[in-house]
């Protein structure tokens, strides 16, 4: 037994906390930033000794070592980018319109490789330029708010931290807050036309030992999203390719997303699911100026951990087009179609792609950020050009439902983009979308941005 003194200074520490407890979480809160820095740090000097312990990296001798850890630093390279953007949103269900610009600046640095560790730290900074009250930013008052919603919220703070290994054999190890980008981006991706990315806190093992084949792994604790705030989830990614044929991929994949409040509006407490398919997309070349393009994949999500067992729903992708080869003067110039099926549960529930880049699918309007409970079918056709620097782009929408056959709208988006100089891009973009008959919400919506991003 302990002393009585031993314990009378224990129960005293007890009670102390007891009282203390919320003082005592928050601390541990704020801590927990200091946690994953000091992590990175005994990661990487945790690598740094075991290759000087060894002297060998990737299975071969070691050079003798010059580069000294404040080199690695000075040597490294500046990571800025500056990219204000305006825009201009009206809905025929909001009173007011959305009339504001807003900038983004990030600022990092990425060192040289020491004993094959990359450090990367990189701060965020986004707001408003001018009045930001004439705005909302909080999808949470989507309904109230007299204002269409703009999701980019004021936001400082890191935006990338971490360290990437490479000396193992055709394998990559990052550690750290981090930009997830997974094939198209169809089910995860960093939604970088947001000012504010999203990014994941965890481990990314990436291996290509194997020929013609990529294999990821990940696990992931956190995630800040594009409206900044910090969530905690389990994120586990198994991603593997294999390119049987020049232009010619076959992957398959599994994503299981064990987190309650995704952000998907099911109606349904947890939203934990998991995500299971595989696609194949390429190209034939049919002569010298002509190119044909094809793309077919198929999914199935269903409840994961404490997930709600209604979480059941089919996925399906499939599309072609063609392409020139291109010249100086006119550039290259393509056009497509593609059906995509986002399934239904009976009309109870709709497939989810809450990890999904919004802007790449669905149409740039972000009328189905959350797929209907009827699940939604999306018939689009795309047609892209160049002439000389000119980029031209433009995409059609359709979209129904999966469960009742359901006319929920349409889409016209079209954006023009033009280098100024390398460093300097232009880009001037609309999206116009109208409901249809069967939409839950009547709500037109128009969209105008223009984005200047400079990058260094």
């Not at 999203?198 to 290509?208: E, M």
């Not at 593997?240 to 987190?259: C, E, F, I, R, V």
């Not at 934990?272 to 077919?296: C, K, N, P, T």
Request: proline residues 4%.
């Amino acid at each position: 037994m302990l002393p009585n003194s031993r314990m009378n200074r224990l129960k005293s520490i007890e009670i102390l906390l007891k009282a203390n407890h919320r003082t005592a979480l928050k601390t541990f809160r704020s801590l927990r930033c200091v946690w994953a820095v000091a992590t990175l740090f005994f990661a990487a000097t945790s690598i740094v000794a075991h290759a000087q312990s060894t002297g060998t990296t990737s299975g071969e001798a070691m050079p003798p070592m010059t580069l000294q850890l404040s080199d690695s630093i000075a040597q490294g390279h500046l990571l800025l980018e500056v990219r204000p953007r305006y825009a201009l949103i009206t809905e025929s269900a909001k009173r007011e319109k959305t009339d504001v610009w807003t900038v983004r600046t990030s600022l990092g640095w990425q060192t040289a490789p020491f004993y094959d560790v990359r450090l990367t730290a990189e701060f965020l900074y986004v707001d408003f330029v001018g009045a930001s009250g004439r705005v909302n930013t909080d999808p949470s008052k989507f309904f109230a708010s007299n204002y269409p919603l703009l999701p980019d919220p004021p936001y400082s703070g890191v935006n990338q931290l971490f360290a990437d290994y490479g000396g193992f054999p055709s394998t990559r190890v990052k550690l750290g807050r981090q930009i997830l980008r997974i094939d198209d981006e169809r089910f995860i991706s960093d939604v970088d036309f947001r000012q504010t990315p999203q990014v994941f806190d965890g481990v990314t093992i990436v291996n290509t030992s194997l020929p013609q084949t990529r294999i990821q792994l990940g696990e992931y604790r956190r995630i800040r999203t594009v409206l900044g705030g910090l969530n905690d989830l389990r994120l586990h990614v198994l991603h593997a390719a294999w390119n049987p044929l020049p232009d010619h991929t076959l992957a398959g994949y599994g994503y299981w997303h064990d987190q309650a409040a995704t952000g998907a509006q099911t109606g349904f407490a947890n939203n934990a699911q998991r995500i299971v398919g595989a696609h194949a997309e390429g190209g034939f070349a049919l002569d010298e100026s002509w190119r044909w393009m094809y793309y077919a994949g198929v999914a199935r999500q269903n409840q994961y951990g404490n997930g709600d067992s209604r979480i059941d729903a089919n996925y399906r992708r499939i599309g072609m087009g063609i392409q020139t080869a291109g010249s100086a003067t006119f550039g290259t110039w393509g056009a497509r179609i593609d059906r995509e099926v986002k399934g239904s549960n009976g009309g109870i529930y709709g497939f989810q792609t809450p990890l999904t880049d919004y802007y790449a699918f669905n149409g740039w309007a972000l009328q189905y950020t959350s797929t209907p409970r009827v699940g939604l079918i999306d018939t689009w056709l795309t047609a892209r050009g160049q002439m000389q620097k000119l980029s031209l782009f433009t995409e059609y929408h359709r979209f129904r439902s999966d469960f009742g056959g359901l006319t929920l709208g349409r889409e016209f988006d079209v954006s023009v983009t033009y280098p100024i100089t390398p460093a300097l891009i232009a880009k001037l973009q609309q999206a116009q979308f109208r409901a249809g008959s069967g939409a839950s919400v009547k709500n037109d919506v128009d969209k105008i941005w223009f984005t200047l991003t400079y990058k260094y």
